[in-house]
């Protein structure tokens, strides 16, 4: 299976940004975090990251083109406002999940509003890094049962 992981703005701050939130562990460190869930399931994981809004609807829609067939995808900020993500997501039709490390229903209330959760399949937040894996999980699970 090919899967693309999509991080957001600030995710490449992990472990210097807000600790107390996002944990102490480092971007570096969730990367092989996702390398070594690919190697375990066999599956094919691309993880892009970017602070540009642009470039994350550039690659969620070269993904259209590429045989991605799952998309994981942490928006950061974007969650909450950038509807161009979410045109973006919607007009994907692979297996989506949006991942959060934080729970963002105990946050601010800004961040408790996502755009682009009702275009994906499935929101996971609060379960810190291991969300990543559970929602690798989830689409391995899916893409099997479409593709038996």
Partial sequence: MNLLVINGPNINFLGIREKSVYGAQDYDYLLGL????G???????EVFQSNHEGAIIDRIQDSYFDQTEAIVINPGAYTHYSYAIRDALASI??????????????REEFRKVSVTAPVCDK??????????LEAIDYCLSVVSKENP
């Fill in 34 to 37: 996702i390398a070594g869930k």
């Fill in 39 to 45: 190697e375990a399931t066999g599956c094919k994981i």
């Fill in 93 to 106: 039709t692979v297996p989506k999940v949006e991942i959060h490390i934080s729970d963002i229903t105990k």
């Fill in 123 to 132: 929101q996971i937040y609060g379960h810190g890094l291991e969300g990543y």
